[in-house]
């Protein structure tokens, strides 16, 4: 293979040399020049190399201009289509004497010019979202990458021709200071493939493949793009709204109904989206849905957080659940692909609504504008949002700033920022929105006695009150805790990226319902169940925070705890509730409990389960393990005694540390 490579440089070595004595060729590219009687093997060594040089500074200029432009935030397709522009026009300057290598020079002038087409081709499909047309222009791409390695290969056979012809070693060194041989490229789709990922516009079609390109869009999405934004109506999401519109941007504004207590009425919400520039605005009633989910939170224990028995009942996680999943499906039914909400880069929402976006919607892609620099310059914070609208006749009337930020929905109330970051700051700068303030002494709480009664895991009743569905049940508890303070709590917490925050949360239907649900689990189930309704649900409650309620691992605890635990869960709880957390439990009843008074009674009964000899023989096989196990502790003392260990309490409370035996020490 090697000599028939020299033969074939050799050729067109001499072919070269022969052209000296042939006339001009009228059908010559404008790159070349007339051959004459001075064209030698020197000279096309020159231009051999010449040609090297210009292909690999093509190469790298191409690259440099993708850096230059992914660095930037700009178009990296288009930028690479304007350097194969440029290397195309520098390559059609430099001169070629020797006819072989005009034509290598126009073949490669030729790819140069259709990888930029090319480019440009691969561009408008990404940004109409046309996977088809994609894929052709990729493949198109890769073919024209592989007409540029003929060229490559070609051309090494001559090189090798013409200096195996040459002589004198000083050339052997200007070869040598040219990089020879020149090789192939990675396949073409594999080197455009980052560009293709960092593109603004990218989507797949989803034809059950997985996505090859960023889902988050870094800056605006292309004119007309159809946005669907989760809008609250405050006057972030209004600016939003009209600052997108302003843009050429279709929005369309999704507000979920959650029951929040905040909310006078959710339905004036969709005209004021219109009236700031959407296309289309629609209220989604999740009433029912964020209870459901609620009582199935009660009856899988999905609590993780917990300070001084006081739980966080993951009402903000339960409400993105429903609400992403809400306003995604709703999007899919409306075409509209691209979902935006007020989250921002250091808090968990972010990660939530992404997860739960993409899991109803593979083709989402997501923009938020709290995370594009250009929406961020252009409104610094509340007071240029309000002005912003002032200019635009849209004017929001700013009410007075609290000290913290607060989100509710009909499952309870987050408070949490501003002054509440510092832990000298405590929940009595509070204003409750779903009770009172229990800690203030002017404020007058009488006790009340309730009873709640479950129906396999199902809240049927709730203070006298029968209730049908699960937000009339939830609606409910809310009254009534709410009257008395009951589920309030302050807690410190890991945000998903592992760094701390602090909040301060009101539950009261949660807490209630939960108290009387946990009342009726201890009295019914044996303990490995109630062991396993605790460390299950605390992991299901950190799924559910990290925005994975629906993901495999957490159906599977759900599914658990659901069909096992909650449907023997049948009875009644009394209490009293008094300001707080303060209550008495008054009476427990349910028609199948493993507690019995009768088991364990301290006077005569009759029938008695078992007796005092039924004990002792009970306790005589306990022996059998607490002696091995004694055994046990001797050696592992008798083992570490020599590694310099202080003497353990351990040693004082099994009689010392025995030596150790012969075999061990010599071992």
Known sequence: MRAMSRRRGLGFVLAACAAC??????????????????????????????????????RALVEETSKQAEAAGADELEARARAHESVARGAGEVPFRTPDLQRLAGFYIGVSVGQAAVLRDMNASLKKGDEAALDKATKRFEQLGQQEDVVVDELNLQCRGVT??????????????????????LPRRALLQPALARHPDARR???????????????????????????????????????????????????????????????????????????????????????????????TGAFHLSTGGKKYFNTTPLGRAVTATAIVRAMREDGVHVFGDGSTHKGNDIQRFFRYGVLVDPALKIYKPWLDSAFVDAFGGRKEMSEYLERRKLPYKMGTEKAYSTDSNLLGATHEAKHLEELHESMRIVEPIMGVAFWKRDVAIEPETVTVTFDRGFPIKVGGKACGTAFEAVSEANRIGGRHGLGMSDQIENRVIEAKSRGIYEAPGM????????????????????????????????????????????????????????????????LELRRGDDYTLLDTVAPRMAYAPQKLSMERVEDAPFTPEDRIGALEMQALSVLDNREHLLGHLAATRGLGRPEAPMGLLLGGVPEPDDDAAKR
């Open 21 to 58: 004595s042939a006339p001009a060729s009228n059908g010559a590219t404008p790159t070349a020049t007339a051959p004459s009687a001075e064209l030698t093997i020197e000279t096309v060594a020159e231009e051999c190399e010449r040609l090297i040089a210009t292909i690999n500074g093509g």
């Open 164 to 185: 195996s012809t040459k002589r004198r070693p000083r050339r052997r060194l200007a070869r040598a200071a040219c990089p020879l041989p020149l090789r192939p490229l």
């Open 205 to 299: 079609a989803g034809r059950g493949k997985r996505p090859r390109m960023s889902r988050i869009y870094r800056q605006l999405p292309p004119k007309g793009t159809r946005i669907g934004i989760a809008f609250s109506g405050g006057l972030d999401t209004r600016c939003a709204v009209a600052w997108l519109t302003e843009q050429g941007m279709d929005v369309h504004g999704y507000t979920a109904d959650l029951a929040q207590p905040d909310e006078a009425s959710p339905a004036d919400i969709p005209p004021i989206a219109l009236e700031h520039g959407a296309s289309a605005a629609k209220l989604l009633d999740c009433r029912e849905a964020i209870a459901k989910e609620g009582i199935v939170a009660i009856q």
């Open 511 to 574: 807490a209630l319902l939960h108290l009387a649900y946990e009342r009726l689990l201890s009295s019914i189930a044996n303990e490995s169940t109630i062991d396993l309704y605790a460390t299950l649900g605390r992991k299901l409650g950190r799924l559910l925070y990290e925005g994975k309620w629906f993901d495999p691992e957490a159906w599977i605890l759900k599914d658990a705890l659901v069909q096992w635990v909650a449907p023997t869960v049948t009875g009644s709880v009394t």
